[in-house]
């Protein structure tokens, strides 16, 4: 799959969001993935691994995470909530 950069056309598009983990990264219970998957698709230019995926009304945004993003996902997560 060729990966793309932050396209704001396409983006303003999309209807679905997708998010593809990496393998051996600690499993985290569903509503922290849900936390990290939100914020992750929340900065789509932010994205290391990023592709549109044409469907018949828009695009899907798939977002492949890195290790090294999840890392900094968790980190803006843990921020936020002490914020709260």
């Not at 993935?33 to 009304?57: D, M, V």
């Amino acid at each position: 799959m060729a990966f793309e950069g932050y396209d704001p056309y396409k983006d303003a598009l999309v209807v679905e969001e997708e998010t593809i983990w990496p393998e051996g990264v600690a499993n985290f219970d569903e509503s922290v993935r849900q936390a990290i998957e939100r914020l992750a698709h929340a900065r789509p230019e932010t994205a290391e691994k990023l592709a549109y995926i044409k469907l018949p009304t828009g695009f899907c945004r798939r977002i492949t995470l890195t290790p090294a993003q999840v890392d900094r996902l968790v980190d803006l997560l843990k921020n936020h909530r002490e914020e709260l």
